[in-house]
């Protein structure tokens, strides 16, 4: 049965990313930190088209969220190219000739454009009304794979309101960024509600499984 899922990296104060984000850190001030654990180890590597890395403790964890996702719904933000319309000569976003998707992604933005085909399997589809209908579309498109939400913080905080995400985790890096785009702003009881799956402990990263309580 298809599942809605997000998985992501935070600072130990909430944060997926730092203060101040612009074109040279858009992550924000010490943002790239979040993703020290992940960037270092093989199975990461290899899905951006990179050699060499670790296998770790937190290798199987890295394998497991990426295993059976076909789709992908993300933000304009996460998408890139910055506010307003997409003129005349419209930028590809931030994941160059051969994104690491490699199946349809859905980006959600007020303005609408054709999709964006790329290398190695990855379409780009701009959907215009709102998060609910991306995650519809993205259902479409699966068949019996999952789809993840896969950020930023505003379309996250959006299908958790809507009742869309049925698990997610979180990787909490020991590292505080005081400050930057809280993951869970305006969310309370009224709006979602969660169990626990499961936590798992490495050196670098605390793993953190949850599922939506219906």
């Known amino acids: ?40 180890l093989s199975i990461w590597r290899e899905q951006h088209g990179l050699a060499g890395g670790e296998v770790s403790a937190d290798t199987e964890i890295m394998a497991e969220a990426t295993d059976g996702i076909a789709a992908y719904v993300m933000g304009r933000g996460m998408f890139g190219g910055g506010d307003g319309s997409w003129g005349d000569e419209p930028w590809s976003g ?5 994104p690491p998707f490699h199946a349809p992604v859905f980006v959600v933005t007020h303005h609408a454009r054709a999709p964006l085909p ?7 589809h701009f959907v215009t009304e709102g998060v609910e209908a991306a995650v519809a579309r993205a259902q479409q498109a699966v068949g019996e ?27 909490v890096t020991p590292v505080l960024l005081g400050g930057g785009t809280p993951l869970f702003a305006g969310l309370g009881p009224d709006d979602v509600q969660v169990e626990t799956v499961r936590v798992v402990e490495s050196p670098s990263v605390t793993h953190l499984k949850y599922r939506v309580v219906r």
């Open 118 to 124: 790329r290398e190695g399997g990855t379409t780009f």
């Open 1 to 40: 049965m298809t599942q809605v899922k997000f998985d992501i990296s935070t600072s130990l104060d909430g944060y997926i990313a730092g203060p101040d984000p612009d074109l040279e850190q858009p992550l924000g001030a010490g943002g790239e930190q979040l993703h020290d654990w992940v960037v270092k």
């Open 145 to 171: 794979g999952d789809v993840l939400v896969a950020g930023g913080a505003s379309v996250i905080q959006q299908a958790l309101r809507a009742g869309l995400v049925d698990e997610f985790q979180l990787h």
């Open 94 to 98: 931030w994941w160059g000739e051969e």
